[in-house]
């Protein structure tokens, strides 16, 4: 079974549209995130969501929202997308500060 | 907010040759870990380590928190090594949010 995982492995979209990414942990963690990998390879945090609280990464743009229908789920939406969103998103679970574990990463290019 | 560094930004290495890699940060932490992303993308947790010395086969780290660095260690490098190592720190009261190093790029070649 794989700890966390992410779907779609890949996304291929056109500027404009909205699309979601979706992410299941199964290791009963209590925090959930979402990170962003660019380009360089530089990995950035986007968002914490730990007993419905979300903490929001503040260079993020409100175009940017997760979902957490519960506790093992944390949801990716983006609207209208742009050029620039194009990246590598990871979703990762821990509990408290131990037990960090990465999805396998959805790859997003907009075009 | 905290800066972390990490050195050397690549590295090449002959299949067995000994490596190690260097993590500074810039304030005192909660916890640090080291992730290794392989080719293929996937980020691997490889050590918790917020202070003291841990081994795992024949990777190993130790972490000074009064100096602000950690230190990884690999022995005996083999081609799987390849790929990025990271090291990442929790920054920001009651927060469990990672901030990461560009990483270290590692080629091993046979």
């Known amino acids: 079974d794989t700890a966390v995982s992410q779907t779609p492995k890949y996304l291929v979209t056109q500027m404009g549209n909205d699309k979601s990414i979706k992410c299941e942990q199964n290791?009963?963690?209590?925090?959930m995130y979402w990170y962003k990998q660019d380009s360089k390879k530089f990995l950035k945090i986007m968002f914490s969501?730990?007993?419905?609280?979300?903490?929001i990464n503040e260079t993020v743009p409100n175009r940017f929202s997760p979902k957490s229908p519960d506790k093992a789920h944390l949801n990716l939406h983006i609207n209208s997308l742009e050029l620039g969103d194009s990246a590598v998103y990871f979703c990762?679970?821990?509990?408290?500060?131990?037990?960090?574990?990465f999805g396998s990463g959805t790859r997003l290019t907009v075009v | 907010g905290i800066q972390v560094e990490q050195s050397p930004p690549d590295l090449i290495l002959q299949e067995g040759a000994n490596s190690t890699l260097r993590c500074n940060f810039s304030?005192?932490?909660?916890?640090l870990q080291w992730f290794h992303q392989n080719p293929w993308g996937q980020l691997i947790n490889l050590f918790y380590?917020?202070?003291g010395t841990k081994q795992n086969g024949r990777l190993s780290a130790t972490t000074v928190a009064t100096e602000r660095y950690s230190l990884l260690y690999i022995s005996s490098s083999q081609t799987t090594d390849s790929g990025v190592y990271f090291c990442?720190?929790?920054?920001?009261?009651?927060?469990?949010?990672?901030?990461f190093g560009k990483g270290t790029k590692l080629s091993v070649i046979p």
């Open positions: 990762a679970s821990s509990q408290g500060w131990t037990g960090y574990t």
């Open positions: 380590i917020p202070s």
């Open positions: 290791l009963g963690h209590d925090t």
């Open positions: 304030d005192s932490v909660n916890n």
């Open positions: 990442a720190v929790l920054s920001g009261a009651g927060s469990y949010q990672l901030t």
């Open positions: 969501y730990n007993n419905k609280e979300l903490i």
